[in-house]
């Protein structure tokens, strides 16, 4: 059972546009969001996290957006880099039950910004 | 660079055999994560440790077991190996035990002949 889904393999995008990464999940007790990004050969590294209470955050070129009652979430990189080009996880976490620290990972999305 | 220190980096043994993958977290984390990737697959959570006790368990097999000690460096020992089990083994460490951004090391690669 997948509670989190990244439901787009892959996308492609011009530099200096805007990418959107579109992340659903299926388990309510989930109420903290957090992005990462992923280059080949390295570890995933931290973007951006969201608490539920909180329907937006930004951080310089990346946005995150939160609609509770869709269970879904979107990064929003603008503009788009070729730098920015890797693959992108969504996670999840329940701060509030005894799943302590625990993230619930999706598939991940393959972005690629073309010159 | 996360500061996560993970021990080998790339690892080749055979069907039935044992490893053991290594851990150092960042300096002042006291909480160690494992977490697994198979081709084509997300992260798997593995396991928690807290400041040297387990906190949380994922779907971990019987056959693998894990520790952090008293320096905060933690282990994951693999054993009776599969076909199965090649994957990326990726470590990541916080600061406490609460959900918060974790940070990841570069991952062990493991590859069963």
Redesign the interface.
């Known amino acids: 059972d997948q509670q ?1 889904k990244q439901n787009s393999p892959s996308l492609s995008v011009q530099e200096g546009r805007i990418s959107i990464l579109n992340c659903d999940y299926t388990n309510s007790m989930f109420d ?1 969001f ?1 992005w ?1 990004k992923k280059y080949p ?6 973007l951006i ?1 969201i608490s539920s209470i909180k329907d937006k955050n930004e951080d310089g070129r990346f946005t995150v957006f939160l609609n509770k009652s869709a269970k879904h979430l979107s990064l929003h990189i603008v503009p788009s880099q070729p730098g920015d080009s890797a693959v992108y ?1 969504c ?1 999840a ?3 509030g039950g ?11 999305t393959i972005l690629t910004v073309h010159p | 660079d996360s500061g996560v220190t993970q021990t080998p980096k790339h690892l080749i043994t055979a069907t039935g055999q044992r490893v053991t993958l290594r851990c150092s977290p960042r300096s002042g984390d006291l909480s160690v994560y494992w977490y697994q990737q198979s081709l084509d697959q997300g992260l798997q959570f593995l396991i928690q440790y807290y400041n040297g006790e387990e906190r949380a368990k994922g779907n971990i097999l019987e056959r693998f077991s894990a520790q952090q000690f008293p320096d905060l460096h933690s282990e994951l020992n693999l054993s009776s190996l599969e076909l199965g089990d090649s994957a990326l083994y990726f470590c990541a460490s916080s600061v406490d035990a609460r959900p918060q951004p974790q940070h990841f090391g570069d991952g062990t690669r493991l590859s069963i002949l």
């Open positions: 989190v903290y957090l990462y050969a390295e570890g995933p590294t931290f996290s996880f996670a976490a329940n701060a005894t799943s302590y620290g625990k993230l619930t990972f999706g598939q991940g």
